[in-house]
């Protein structure tokens, strides 16, 4: 009742305060379940183990995969996936919950049996957790539906020294993403090359689409400075990845950026007029291997693990190269394009 009020409540902003309505519904949910196993006793489970055990074993191998084969009719998922939601059912709060609500009432009603509803539940609820926990990845594993460790970053612009970076990423093996919103910009990333993100970039921050299935870091990277602090603000609610944007210039007339909070990217020199500037000078974003002699004046931008992974330099944390790592710089002299690592 109170979700349903304050999401109907005029002026609220239920994605800002996401963050916050998360954390409460943790505390009411862990409150609940220490509230209701506390009425569990040992003497309550003594009759009940067993039977609850193969009520337990029951709902896994004959009643979710039954559920599951039966809703995913029709879809487009693959064998694996629905393999994996039939294998995937843990019970939780809502039975918790139930049993001790119906239990109470039957109870007090004199229903034989209605005393052991509620440990009966707690035993499948301990069973079905564990088993699934211990089991989920080892079986997501083995039917094929874990996806790679390797990072998937989004980045947000399309000028040059923007589309760079990301030939540079995908030149080094990542799987890169881009998204633009003037035309002239949008074609630019396909001429690169680079798979461009559909829909609505906004639509996605605001939680209303799911163009960010599977990215596993944001970076905004446009001419607006207020719109890249807003937009990361927003984002970095409603994703487990990481999200930066670049930082406003001193003399930035923004009315936000200047003074929001938020990891920087590369620091604060590297601002977009500065990208710019150097940029018309001839400057350029080279992918490089680690341990080679770097060039004179290059900026680190990005490091790309052997293992895929992507460290990006921030105004408070620059990544230490290592063995097999490669290194996505902004080097000066002339123009090229970025060249895959020897």
Avoid: C
């Amino acid at each position: 009742m109170m979700g349903l009020a304050v999401a109907n409540f005029p002026g609220v902003d239920i994605r800002m305060r996401r963050p916050f309505f998360e954390t409460l519904v943790s505390l009411i949910l862990g409150l609940l379940f220490i509230s209701i196993s506390a009425t569990v006793t040992p003497h309550s489970l003594r009759h009940v183990v067993l039977p609850a055990l193969g009520l337990a074993a029951f709902l896994v191998l004959a009643v979710r995969p039954l559920i599951a084969a039966v809703s995913t009719l029709g879809t487009d998922l693959t064998r694996g996936e629905r393999s994996f939601i039939g294998w995937m059912a843990p019970r939780g709060i809502v039975a918790a919950a139930t049993a001790s609500t119906f239990s109470g009432s039957l109870a007090a009603k004199g229903v034989g049996g209605s005393s052991e509803i509620l440990p009966a539940t707690f035993v499948v609820i301990v069973a079905t957790v564990t088993l699934y926990g211990l089991t989920a990845s080892p079986v997501a594993r083995r039917l094929g539906v874990v996806r790679p460790a390797r990072s998937r970053p989004l980045l947000v612009g399309g000028d040059p020294w923007v589309v760079d970076p990301g030939v540079a990423m995908k030149s080094s093996g990542l799987e890169v993403l881009m998204w633009a919103g003037q035309e002239r910009q949008r074609e630019r990333i396909r001429q690169a090359g680079i798979e461009l993100a559909p829909g609505e970039l906004l639509a996605a921050v605001t939680g209303q689409g799911a163009e960010l299935e599977g990215i596993t870091a944001v970076f905004f990277l446009t001419a607006e400075d207020d719109f890249n602090a807003l937009a990361a603000a927003m984002l970095r609610g409603s994703m487990e990845g990481v999200v930066h944007h670049l930082g406003a210039p001193p003399d930035s007339r923004g009315m936000v950026a200047p003074f929001i909070g938020g990891e920087v990217l590369f620091g604060p020199d590297l601002t977009w007029p500065a990208f710019s500037h150097r940029y018309e000078e001839g400057a350029a974003v080279l992918a490089q291997p680690a341990g080679g002699v770097l060039p004179r004046g290059s900026d680190l931008l990005f490091l790309v693990r052997p293992d895929g992974r992507l460290d990006p330099a921030t105004e408070n944390s620059r990544p230490l190269p290592g063995p097999g790592d490669t290194l996505v710089l902004l080097v000066p002299g002339g123009r090229g394009a970025a060249r895959p690592p020897a």
